[in-house]
């Protein structure tokens, strides 16, 4: 048996943000992130993740606001459900986690071929246009990206990816008065609900940016809600569910559209005791996914319809000092119909279990 433990810094970031004017706002964030080279060396490398500038010309009192953001631009749905979950640090969410979208395994020599993908990338080159209604109800954007993602620039991006998303908060006005409320009283939290948000996006594009049939399309939604107990302590449940739609060019495929889905569910409880302060939650998330749903046969990117369903298991015990600061201990496994996973003296698996220490900065 071969064991192997090791430190390991995956990313780091270093954020800048400017007010130029009541209006205008700036982002700058170098990305920092650990890559195999060539030579398989693993290393270092530098690439910009965001820069942008947003002009916000309408904004009232009671939270009406406009909005346009251009340059290297978030994907706001990632974002929002990053915020519901809350522990991007220990694991990132379903649309932006690599699932396995193809792999073989060489039955001679063991060894496991995959390709990666998420449903679309955090960040693209384009333009957003964001729409707040009063009092935080809602929020709607429409975003036009280049398709291509922030890491690769070469794309043929001649063919623009739109993307809608929209986020609902039915109890927005009464939750902001019962904050007020508290605030007049010295409290720092109020009882019972907390939180409801519900949301959903639609996006459609292409996959190479080609005149042929590479085309794409994702839609899913989402669903949060978050309850505090008297005086400390709270429970909170969310989800999310997205669709992905390929269609490939391929003359012998059975089948050139591929039809891929995902689902995830968390639940987070804080124990109501004062003592703790509401610093110790305990994480349990499941995802579920498939990417590709089609039956029968074997579809252009290799995985055939029976054999490609994966999943994700987390259990995370987390405490969180400060605000900014959290330590974890958690447990992750991935889990495969076959054995498309790989021990560490590389022969394959159909799970693959890993525990993690998390120190999470964030400010």
Known sequence: ETNKNSFYLER????????LSPQIKARFTPDIYSITDGKGVTQYSYQVKFAWIDYTPLKTDEGLSLSFTGGLVPNLWIGQVDKAFGYRGAVKTLTDILWTQNATVNTTSGVVTRTTGSFFPTADLGVIAKLVLPKNYADVSVAVYNGNGFRNLSFDNRFKDVMFSAFIYPLAGELAKKTESAKKTGKSRINGVSD?????????????????QTAKTRFGGMANFKYNSDNAGFIKVGGEFSV???????????????NGRGISTWLEF???????????????????????TNKPGTNAQGFTADNGKQNLLM?????????????????????????????????????????????????
């Open 244 to 258: 992905a739609s390929n269609q490939v060019a391929s003359t012998t495929a059975l089948d050139t559209t591929v």
């Open 270 to 292: 804080n124990p109501p005791i004062e003592v703790l302060k509401e610093k110790v939650s305990l994480v349990v998330r499941y995802d579920m996914f498939d990417p590709n």
């Open 12 to 19: 780091a970031y270093i954020n800048v943000f400017a007010t």
């Open 196 to 212: 409801l948000t519900i949301g959903g996006f639609g996006y459609i594009g292409k996959l190479g940016g080609g005149e042929g």
């Open 315 to 363: 259990l995370g015990l987390f405490f969180k000092p400060v605000n900014i600061v959290t330590f974890g201990l958690n447990y992750q496994m991935y889990s495969y119909e076959k054995d498309f996973a790989v021990k560490y003296d590389g022969t394959p698996t159909s799970s693959v279990s890993k525990f993690y220490l998390n120190l999470i900065l964030d400010f």
